[in-house]
């Protein structure tokens, strides 16, 4: 009896009438007894007439919202169209933030003065203005020597550039070598430590004979804006500004005293 039940290979033979007559009649006299032979070939039959349905177009009297081919293509095209909405939506967001941001590094470049805080600098401790005074014989205030002013004032207090050189490579990372003036009358006096906005800065103070003074100042970047080399003018003082590797760097020098006028030619820097 167990030789007669069918495979299942058999079934879907039964199922499509692939079966020669005698295995048909075995099956079909199997069928009373066994009711899930009759139950598997009805699940076949089943699913051959879904597949059938898939494959064959659809009747011509068929709705067109009901058609599988058009429902399939509009579900695709509103996908499309919702995708096709939200890289609109994010252009847009993308589009109005760089604007947005670029207005806003606009207007900060219209109120943006470079190395405003190098200028700043040399006004507080290098001027004449910021040097202190002391009551002298007849009880008026006079200046102190300038000698009185860098011990008073300074971090380090040296004439000797490698000094100062190595004051400046302990604080910051390769800075640009200290530059050299003395062909045109200015040495190094003393350098001073400063906080800047942008982290911390560093000034050192050139002195001629005559007590006039020149600033080199160096900073870090730290910016927003990114501005070019260049130089502008505050009040009487010429601020002369670069970017060399890691920092930021000015000398800032008088323009009513003659003799900062090599210096300034010198230094002027290629624009970038």
Same mark, same amino acid.
């Given at each position: 009896?167990?030789?007669?039940?069918?495979?299942?290979?058999?079934?879907?033979?039964?199922?499509?009438?692939?079966?020669?007559?005698?295995?048909?009649?075995?099956?079909?006299?199997?069928?009373?007894?066994?009711?899930?032979?009759?139950?598997?070939?009805?699940?076949?039959?089943?699913?051959?007439?879904?597949?059938?349905?898939?494959?064959?177009?659809?009747?011509?009297?068929?709705?067109?919202?009901?058609?599988?081919?058009?429902?399939?293509?509009?579900?695709?095209?509103?996908?499309?169209?919702?995708?096709?909405?939200?890289?609109?939506?994010?252009?847009?967001? $993308? $589009?109005?933030?760089?604007?947005?941001?670029?207005?806003?590094?606009?207007?900060?470049?219209?109120?943006?003065?470079?190395?405003?805080?190098?200028?700043?600098?040399?006004?507080?401790?290098?001027?004449?203005?910021?040097?202190?005074?002391?009551?002298?014989?007849?009880?008026?205030?006079?200046?102190?020597?300038?000698?009185?002013?860098?011990?008073?004032?300074?971090?380090?207090?040296?004439?000797?550039?490698?000094?100062?050189?190595?004051?400046?490579?302990?604080?910051? $990372?390769?800075?640009?070598?200290?530059?050299?003036?003395?062909?045109?009358?200015?040495?190094?006096?003393?350098?001073?430590?400063?906080?800047?906005?942008?982290?911390?800065?560093?000034?050192?103070?050139?002195?001629?004979?005559?007590?006039?003074?020149?600033?080199?100042?160096?900073?870090?970047?730290?910016?927003?804006?990114?501005?070019?080399?260049?130089?502008?003018?505050?009040?009487?003082?010429?601020?002369?500004?670069?970017?060399?590797?890691?920092?930021?760097?000015?000398?800032?020098?008088?323009?009513?005293?003659?003799?900062?006028?090599?210096?300034?030619?010198?230094?002027?820097?290629?624009?970038?």
């Amino acid at each position: 009896m167990n030789a007669l039940m069918p495979t299942e290979p058999e079934l879907h033979a039964y199922v499509d009438g692939e079966l020669d007559e005698t295995r048909r009649s075995q099956i079909d006299a199997l069928l009373p007894s066994h009711p899930e032979i009759a139950s598997e070939i009805e699940q076949i039959r089943l699913g051959a007439q879904r597949l059938r349905a898939s494959l064959e177009p659809p009747p011509a009297d068929t709705p067109a919202r009901l058609d599988p081919f058009r429902i399939r293509r509009t579900l695709r095209d509103r996908s499309r169209q919702r995708m096709s909405i939200a890289a609109s939506v994010m252009m847009a967001l $993308v $589009v109005g933030g760089f604007g947005g941001w670029q207005s806003r590094e606009y207007a900060m470049r219209q109120n943006y003065l470079p190395m405003a805080d190098a200028v700043q600098a040399y006004r507080m401790f290098a001027s004449n203005e910021a040097r202190p005074v002391a009551a002298g014989p007849d009880d008026h205030a006079v200046s102190t020597p300038a000698v009185a002013t860098d011990d008073m004032m300074a971090d380090i207090r040296t004439t000797d550039p490698r000094q100062l050189q190595a004051w400046l490579d302990h604080h910051f $990372v390769q800075p640009e070598p200290l530059p050299d003036f003395s062909a045109y009358g200015f040495k190094p006096v003393s350098g001073r430590l400063m906080s800047a906005q942008q982290g911390t800065a560093a000034m050192v103070l050139y002195r001629n004979a005559q007590g006039q003074s020149i600033v080199f100042y160096v900073r870090p970047p730290g910016d927003v804006l990114h501005f070019a080399n260049g130089n502008r003018k505050d009040g009487n003082l010429l601020a002369q500004y670069w970017r060399q590797g890691r920092y930021f760097y000015a000398v800032v020098s008088p323009t009513d005293t003659p003799a900062t006028r090599p210096v300034q030619q010198a230094v002027e820097p290629t624009r970038s």
